[in-house]
């Protein structure tokens, strides 16, 4: 029986004994990443990656390099910020290994990511999720480009845009809301 004050419906009989003894996630029953507790089945702490519980992502991208002294930790976070500006979208800087980077829209890893342990899990963890994963020159090897790539008009506005599982190039607002009308 699971409890669990938020309990999942899960049928406990297809569980597996690593799922019961709390070292897989119950929902994917995979045996890596962050985990959270999802509640006790026959008295023994069961655990799930957060994205498994609620499906949902966190709205940022994770960016990923060595953190592991106060001058890589700056100069990942300037990058940080390069990734924000280039993507135009959230970014956060993850330190440590403590984080589930499958509830993140994706991740970019920087050439530095390599140079200590914490980043360096991240990093394979982030190649091998199923979630974008990109490096870092290949955001800095595109141009800044304002030019919407569906009309061809100058706009302020045009940047990369999210569409279903892809990345478009560059679309001003108005271009992407006559797509995603259609």
């Not at 029986?1 to 994917?28: F, I, W, Y």
């Not at 519980?53 to 960016?63: E, I, K, P, Q």
């Not at 910020?81 to 979208?89: E, G, N």
């Amino acid at each position: 029986m699971l409890t669990h004050p938020n309990a999942l419906s899960v049928d406990v009989a297809t569980l597996t004994p690593a799922q019961r003894d709390g070292v897989a996630c119950l929902v994917c029953a995979e045996e890596d990443g962050c985990m959270t507790p999802a509640g006790f089945v026959d008295g023994c702490q069961v655990f799930a990656h957060p994205h498994c519980l609620d499906g949902h992502t966190n709205g940022f991208v994770a960016v990923i390099g060595d953190t592991s002294t106060p001058e890589a930790l700056d100069e990942t976070r300037a990058f940080a910020l390069d990734v924000a500006d280039r993507l135009r979208f959230p970014v956060r800087v993850l330190v440590g290994m403590h984080h589930d980077v499958e509830s993140y829209e994706g991740s970019v890893t920087l050439d530095s990511a390599f140079d200590d342990v914490a980043s360096a899990v991240l990093a394979t963890e982030a190649r091998e999720a199923d979630r974008m994963c990109l490096d870092f020159a290949a955001i800095a090897s595109f141009s800044w480009d304002t030019q919407c790539g569906h009309c061809g008009e100058e706009d302020p506005t045009a940047q990369p845009r999210r569409f279903g599982n892809e990345w478009t190039t560059s679309v001003c607002d108005s271009c992407f809301a006559m797509s995603r009308a259609a």
